[in-house]
């Protein structure tokens, strides 16, 4: 049995109660195969893959907090710090109540590879906490941030680890919980990312995510002859990634038809608009059916169902599993050329075999979306040389970014004899630079 099969027979056992870590690290580990095949022995002398497997630490902790009723409460709050080889663990903080620790492992274990193909110099992490924003008052959301951040500051820091944004975790949160770790610590410093911009935020930030992934999408379609312009587009979700995965592919030409929340989705065949969507979302946080007022013409139908819908290119910007074989099956039989993650593992491991396996073109989250963490590293740098750069200077190296990602991943992949496997080409080119630097840095 080759070393990299006998790791994952290993995990399959030891994480059997862990299954959206079990997948993410199947995804990563099957295509790897031949790159550690041909280091099998250094590698299996280094125990590298024992070790990039086990998270350097794992921090659960309760967050006890008080409603307005004036009940007391109490969630679940994770951090996993997964890597540092490359940099100070980096990565968001998921609030929503399916967040447990298999959850948090998986986005933590795809953010080492995704934050590696940034190209610049940050490790993977990830946390968050089985909290629901959704229908709590401001006043309850900064109880809970607070007290999360009263365990939570024990382990950040600028040069050690900095969260950020995710699926519940927005401004509003970043801002309560930067306020209170600059109480608890004293120093005014780049703990958090996706900060308001009075206090250290970057211009460009809460786009980057949404506007990367369509950078990335152009230079792939490009490079296999076609462009974006006159597609049409089908994107679900809408949050901020979603949000502005649509306002970016408007730009570019593109007409996106659908968004999805999780209770149902909207078909609007004259196309998103955007200002409407905008404003159910960001300032009303409203559920996705409320498009309706704004656009009559549009349909509203409860539950999942926007990759029936016939397009060109498919951006799932929800969350994990929301694109499975059926969906896939549906895409292929509707023509879809290209489907590029905006979320994080959002096809599942059988839908995206079966997208390859039909010609479509596809990218994985941790390449595709790996706009927004990136510019969390130029917001970093920025509150480094405590600067702030215009939106075109950091709108131009994420745009830099997400292009030389994509050239990366297809270089990677042609490397090892695999042609438009893109999924092999992130995992390789990630993983690549993390080995080289745990080797160098010794057995610890
Ligand atoms: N949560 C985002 C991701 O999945 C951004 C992380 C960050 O900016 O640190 O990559």
Redesign the pocket.
């Known amino acids: 049995m080759s070393y990299t099969k006998e790791i994952l027979a290993s995990a399959e056992r030891q994480y059997a109660d862990q299954p959206e870590f079990l997948q993410a690290m199947r995804e990563v580990l099957e295509s790897l195969e031949p790159v550690i095949a041909k280091n099998e022995e250094e590698y299996k002398k280094e125990a590298l893959l024992e070790r990039l497997i086990v998270p350097d630490r794992v921090v659960m902790f309760r967050v006890p907090w008080v409603d307005d009723q004036g009940n007391a409460r109490v969630n679940t709050g994770y951090r996993v710090q997964f890597n540092n080889a490359i940099g100070p663990y ?3 903080l998921r609030l929503h109540p399916s967040v447990n620790l298999s959850v948090i492992k998986f ?1 933590g274990f795809e ?1 080492i590879f ?1 934050n590696s193909l940034t190209g610049l110099p940050i490790g993977g992490g990830k946390g968050g906490s089985d909290f629901d924003p959704k229908g709590k008052s401001d006043r309850e959301v900064m109880a809970f941030c607070q007290s999360f951040m009263a365990e939570l500051w024990k382990y950040v820091g600028a040069d050690r680890d ?5 699926i519940g975790t927005g401004a509003r949160e970043i801002g309560y919980l930067f306020g209170m770790y600059k109480k608890l610590n004293g120093n005014f410093e780049g703990v958090l ?2 900060k308001g911009l009075t206090y250290g935020g970057s211009l460009a930030r809460k786009e980057a ?1 949404g506007y990367g992934l369509l950078y990335l999408t152009e230079e792939l379609l490009k490079t296999h002859g076609q462009k974006l312009a006159g597609k049409t587009v089908v994107v679900s979700g809408a949050g901020n990634v979603a949000i502005y995965a649509v306002e970016k592919a408007q730009q570019l030409g593109a007409k996106v038809v659908t968004v999805s929340d999780s209770n149902g989705w909207i078909y609007d065949p004259d196309g998103i608009d955007l200002a409407a969507l905008k404003e159910i979302k960001e300032v009303k946080r409203a559920r996705i059916k409320e498009y309706l007022s704004y656009r009559p013409n549009a349909v509203y139908t409860e539950g999942k169902g926007v990759w029936s819908v016939k397009c060109d290119v498919a951006l799932p910007c929800a969350t994990q599993n929301e694109l499975l074989l059926d969906d896939a099956k549906a895409l292929v039989a509707n023509g879809v050329t290209a489907v590029c993650e905006g979320a ?1 593992m959002p096809t599942s491991i059988e839908a995206t075999k079966y997208l390859q396996a039909n010609g479509v073109l596809f990218v994985p989250g941790k390449a595709a ?2 706009g ?2 990136a ?2 590293a130029l917001e970093m740098s920025q509150n480094s040389e405590r600067l702030s750069w215009s939106f075109e200077e950091v709108d131009a190296k994420l745009k830099t970014i997400m292009v030389g990602i994509f050239r990366n991943i297809d270089a990677a992949a042609k490397r090892y004899g695999m042609d438009g496997n893109y999924v092999a080409g992130a995992n390789i080119a990630g993983f690549e630079k993390v080995a080289n630097a745990m080797l160098a840095q010794g057995v610890c």
């Open positions: 980096k990565g968001g986005l953010q995704k900095v969260p950020a944004g995710d990312t996706g995510t994080n979306n790996a927004g963490v510019t969390s």
